[in-house]
């Protein structure tokens, strides 16, 4: 019961933040460079989280922001999953995200002013398009990124099978990965259930994953290599 009490306070305050801070937001975007983003993204995220009763701690050392670019991967346990780790953003970071989150009203409109790249996922055409596109911009641009390798949230809590895409954009482009664990966003609110459970969410920045640690392994190994970086934390 004290659930559904604290849910029903919680939800519309945190909806209501979302409907004001959005258009501030997608405004903000248009008219500052995007190395400044993070300036306004990091308080966003953390009263994001605050309304939805959520405290965020971290552990492990938040990289450089220039020594990127940088390949952010995290497990995806819940929607709180983003904002947590937004709250320590100090560099610029877009995502790759599923292509039908870009057509949400208002979320779409602030994903696309902010660089999200969107992926099709059921076809591989289009899915390997967006992967290029990802490839050029930390090339060219060095722009760096945030990806969720298990390609949705968990059903159970526990952690997924993580896809091969994430580790081809490594290879190909020799970015440094920073592996994020993320441990009580499930438990604050997940997927199958409206729910809030007001608690703690621990986000851990593991060591960075160089280029010359990885350049000998297979996409593979180094899939399973990072992977193990998190049941490391989960398990």
Known sequence: MFRVIISLILWPL??????????IFLVYTIVVNKKYFHYFLSPMSYLFCLLGGQLVKKTGLTP????????YLINHQSLFDHFALGKYMNHYVTAVAKQEHLSYPLWGQVARSYGIVPINRANIKKALSSLKVVEKAIINEKTS???APEGTRSKD???????????????NTGVKIIPV??????????????RLNPGVINIHFADIIGQELYKDMTVEELRDYTLDQYKTILD
């Open 14 to 23: 945190w909806f209501a933040y979302l409907l004001v801070i959005f258009p």
């Open 64 to 71: 450089d922001p220039e020594g990127g670019p940088y390949l």
């Open 145 to 147: 990124f945030l990806i």
């Open 157 to 171: 809590g526990k952690l997924g099978i993580f896809k091969k895409g994430a580790f081809h954009i490594a290879k």
């Open 181 to 194: 664990i993320i441990d009580g966003a499930y438990k604050a609110k997940n997927v199958g259930d409206w």
